[in-house]
Structures are given as C-alpha cells and as structure tokens.
C-alpha cells in the first residue's frame, strides 16, 4: 500500500518550487522593464539639458554681439557681404559657450527684405534677416546632437529704391 501522506508532501513541494519559479520569472521581467525606463528618462533629461544648453548658448551669443561696436560686431552686415543662395556663415564663440554657433545671412544676396508683419509698419525700414544655428552635442561618447534655430530680424533704414 502506497503512503498517500508522503506522496501528498511531495505534490505540495513540486506545486510551491513552480510558484516560486513563476514569482522569480516575474521579478526579474519587471526589474528589466525598469532598467530600461531608466535609460528612457535619463535619454530625455539629457536632451532636455543640451537643449537648454543651445538656447542659452544663443542667447549668449546675440547679447555679446549687441554689446560690441558697430565695427566688430557679426550682426552688422555691410550690402554685398554674403552671396545669394551660399552656405556661408559667421562662426561666433562667446565665453563659457559649450554650442558651436553660426550666424547665418537669411536675405537673397545684396538686398533688403520687408521686415515681419506689424500693426504699423513704418516706410522706408527694411529688414535685414539672419539666422543663428547653435548645436551641442550630448550623450554618450557625444553620440547625439540637438540645434536650435534662432531668426533675428534686424530693423534697419533702407537706402535703395526698393
């Protein structure tokens, strides 16, 4: 005669080492997904840092050229200084920037432009459009980048007939 009570005992440890697995296989899944939430927020505050970063990057770069004189300055543009349709930009460096910034000549050549839409514009301003692209790199190894575009509209009296 089989003794019930022992294969009973048995049953109860098999049944309870398959919960356990059950159980272990869930924690370790969950663990996981979690590791991999991590890296997701840590993914975006960093892209979120850099993009701050070239904003004020920016903003850093207009307020030090406003600063300087006429003469010096990157966003004093003379007529003619760019060439229409050219890739061609202005490098600028301001203190303390981790952006690489470059001072784009929006206008089609040696021309002025009418200047952004306005309640009351006045005759005879013209605009003088520019664009500012600031890039950082972040990340790992500084595998990604982010860039932000700035347009600055420069009011300014326009000496040609157009």
Same mark, same amino acid.
């Given at each position: 005669m089989v003794?019930t009570q022992q294969?009973?005992r048995?049953?109860v440890?098999i049944a309870s @080492? $398959?919960?356990?697995? &059950?159980?272990s296989g869930i924690? $370790?899944?969950?663990? *996981?997904?979690s590791s991999?939430d991590?890296?997701? $927020?840590?993914a975006? /505050?960093?892209y979120?840092v #850099?993009?701050e970063?070239?904003l004020?990057d920016s903003?850093?770069?207009? +307020?030090?050229e !406003? /600063? !300087?004189?006429?003469t010096v300055?990157?966003l004093? +543009?003379?007529? %003619?200084e +760019?060439?229409?349709g050219g890739d061609?930009f202005?490098? @600028?460096?301001?203190a303390?920037? /981790?952006a690489?910034?470059? =001072?784009f000549?929006?206008?089609? %050549?040696?021309?002025? @432009?009418?200047?952004?839409?306005r309640a009351?514009p006045?005759?005879? &301003? !013209?605009?003088?459009?520019? *664009? =500012?692209?600031?890039r950082v790199?972040? %990340? !790992?190894?500084?595998?990604?980048?982010?860039t932000?575009?700035?347009g600055? #509209?420069q009011?300014?009296? *326009? &000496?040609? *007939? /157009?």
């Amino acid at each position: 005669m089989v003794n019930t009570q022992q294969y009973q005992r048995g049953v109860v440890l098999i049944a309870s @080492l $398959v919960m356990v697995l &059950i159980v272990s296989g869930i924690a $370790v899944t969950l663990m *996981s997904a979690s590791s991999v939430d991590m890296k997701v $927020v840590n993914a975006a /505050q960093d892209y979120d840092v #850099a993009s701050e970063q070239a904003l004020a990057d920016s903003e850093r770069a207009v +307020f030090d050229e !406003k /600063q !300087k004189a006429a003469t010096v300055s990157a966003l004093y +543009f003379n007529r %003619g200084e +760019f060439n229409a349709g050219g890739d061609e930009f202005v490098q @600028l460096e301001p203190a303390g920037a /981790q952006a690489t910034l470059r =001072l784009f000549h929006n206008n089609d %050549g040696p021309q002025d @432009l009418d200047c952004p839409p306005r309640a009351n514009p006045t005759p005879g &301003i !013209k605009c003088n459009m520019l *664009s =500012l692209r600031s890039r950082v790199e972040y %990340g !790992k190894s500084n595998r990604h980048n982010v860039t932000v575009v700035s347009g600055l #509209a420069q009011e300014m009296a *326009s &000496i040609s *007939s /157009q």
